[in-house]
């Protein structure tokens, strides 16, 4: 992979002014760094979307959004389309979320539309895919991905994958409550997810960036990072406080 992905989904957790200090701090740490090899990106919620971006303007940072539905247009109310993440400059939308299968009923159905949607307005997918506990205890976290995503990538042409990113984020390991994912078992699971994306599209399967997403922080990310099969980091609660952030993007940059 030409760059290590690292970036963190803000979830609900900052009002407005609370992601202006943020953005100004992380732009601040980020302009002290040669990000050549790094692509850094930060998801607001969609209300900070337009502020953060014109904090942003400029800088390293790319700047992505939580969700978004898969029809430009239409009396969908509470929704925000493509064309209007397109239309503010956006560069990257999470899609699949686990709060959002788990609390909206999100399917990967659902999942697979919105993909074809965001690329289609050329918005970069980042598509969160993981196992729930009971599947894992069960043996079957492999079929699990599996199916996800065949589901999820089905119609994809082969020349469209370099314009996507998966996040493996176990269900168990993300969230206040996650348990940490032992760095053997992600190294072998993303090593199984990129023979899955083989199995479907060949030698072209090896353009798709697999992030590792889950109770990701300052004592274990190392174990994550120099992991060959991990293409980058999708950080939860260690990026939602700078100084933490800037520890890992320092030394993850050192070493690139």
């Not at 014109?54 to 389309?81: C, F, P, V």
């Not at 999100?106 to 074809?116: G, L, T, V």
Request: a negative charge; glycine letters at 8%.
């Amino acid at each position: 992979m030409s760059k290590f992905y690292i970036g963190t989904n803000w979830k609900m957790t900052k009002t407005l002014e609370e992601g202006l200090i943020y953005t100004r701090e992380l732009r601040k740490i980020s302009e002290q760094l040669d990000l050549s090899k790094i692509e850094l990106f930060i998801i607001p919620s969609h209300v900070s979307l337009i502020p953060v971006k014109s904090e942003l303007g400029g800088s390293q940072i790319r700047i992505g959004a939580q969700n978004m539905h898969w029809k430009d247009r239409g009396a969908y109310t509470g929704e925000i389309s493509p064309l209007m993440l397109q239309e503010i400059g956006i560069d990257i939308i999470e899609l699949g979320h686990s709060e959002r299968r788990q609390y909206f009923n999100e399917n990967d159905e659902d999942i697979n539309k919105k993909i074809h949607a965001a690329l289609n307005f050329d918005l970069k997918p980042l598509i969160c895919i993981g196992e729930r506990l009971d599947e894992k205890e069960n043996n079957i976290s492999v079929e699990t991905l599996s199916k996800q995503i065949k589901i999820c990538l089905k119609g994809l042409k082969k020349e469209q994958l370099s314009d996507i990113l998966l996040a493996y984020e176990p269900v168990w390991a993300i969230g206040e409550n996650g348990i940490p994912a032992d760095a053997g078992y992600v190294s072998y699971i993303h090593a199984e997810i990129r023979k899955i994306l083989m199995g479907l599209f060949k030698e072209e399967g090896k353009e798709v960036p697999i992030l590792y997403g889950g109770s990701v922080n300052v004592d274990n990310y190392l174990d994550y990072f120099k992991d060959e099969n991990v293409n980058g980091l999708f950080i939860g609660r260690a990026a939602w406080n700078t100084k933490s952030f800037e520890k890992i993007l320092t030394f993850c940059n050192s070493m690139l």
